[in-house]
């Protein structure tokens, strides 16, 4: 298994533009999630779905749009790049999302975005 | 904002010697998660308590829970330059706005000199 995999490694944007960060599972895993870090910042979610066709925003939504339609793909869409989107980008997943539950999560290996 | 708050911010050992590091958390948890992350890779979960354990072993890891004082420690036992990284907490908060999300500590830069 490949686990959580992440595309692209690297992309440099200029303020203005769109692109779409690909994550992809192939556990079959139900919980997928997105965050952000930003030094001494730790992470902070983005956005994130507990199954295809359910998504939710987390912390920092604003400027991000996800869609869910398959249990595998969860891809994060930066409407208009701004300077303040540059960061690195983590994708998770988690079996299933359940209230009590352990919900350890597993992490890609993440997208460094600079926009310039 | 960032529930967990973690201390040291850095910390420099010697190979052979103990690590431990400190989280704190300001709501009710159902559980709390350590985890590694590797310079330039993505975090590996290392360990979890759940809020009605106190205390928690897996190899050279041992992690404490004190709800009372809303606070988590990590010890990494002999440590080695491999231990090299940056150690995050993560809460499980419990209340139905926190379903669905962990919330990660800003997370402890562990330094290993052989």
């Known amino acids: 298994n490949a686990g959580v995999t992440q595309t692209p490694k690297f992309q440099v944007l200029k303020t203005g533009q769109s692109m779409t960060l690909q994550c992809a599972q192939d556990?079959?895993?139900?919980?997928m999630s997105w965050y952000r870090q930003d030094p001494g910042m730790g992470l902070r979610l983005i956005h994130y779905?507990?199954?295809?066709?359910?998504?939710d925003q987390g912390e920092v939504p604003n400027g991000y749009n996800v869609s869910r339609s398959t249990t595998e793909d969860f891809p994060l869409r930066l409407l208009s790049a701004a300077p303040s989107q540059t960061s690195v980008y983590f994708c998770?997943?988690?079996?299933?999302?359940?209230?009590?539950?352990?919900?350890?999560?597993?992490f890609g290996a993440g997208t460094r975005l600079s926009v310039l | 904002s960032q529930q967990g708050e973690e201390d040291p911010q850095a910390l420099s050992i010697q190979e052979g010697e103990n690590a431990t590091m400190n989280c704190s958390y300001k709501t009710s948890i159902n559980n709390l998660q350590w985890y590694r992350q590797n310079s330039g890779r993505g975090l590996v979960h290392l360990i979890l308590?759940?809020?009605?354990?106190r205390e928690k072993h897996s190899g050279r890891l041992r992690v404490t829970l004190d709800t009372s004082k809303k606070s988590s420690s990590l010890l990494i036992t002999a440590s080695r330059a491999a231990d090299t990284a940056s150690y995050f907490c993560?809460?499980?908060?419990?209340?139905?706005?926190?379903?669905?999300?962990?919330?990660f500590g800003q997370g402890t830069i562990l330094t290993v000199h052989p």
């Open positions: 779905s507990v199954g295809a066709g359910i998504t």
């Open positions: 998770a997943s988690s079996r299933q999302w359940m209230p009590g539950a352990k919900n350890i999560q597993y």
């Open positions: 556990m079959n895993h139900e919980y």
């Open positions: 993560a809460t499980d908060n419990a209340g139905g706005t926190s379903y669905g999300k962990l919330t």
């Open positions: 308590i759940r809020s009605n354990e």
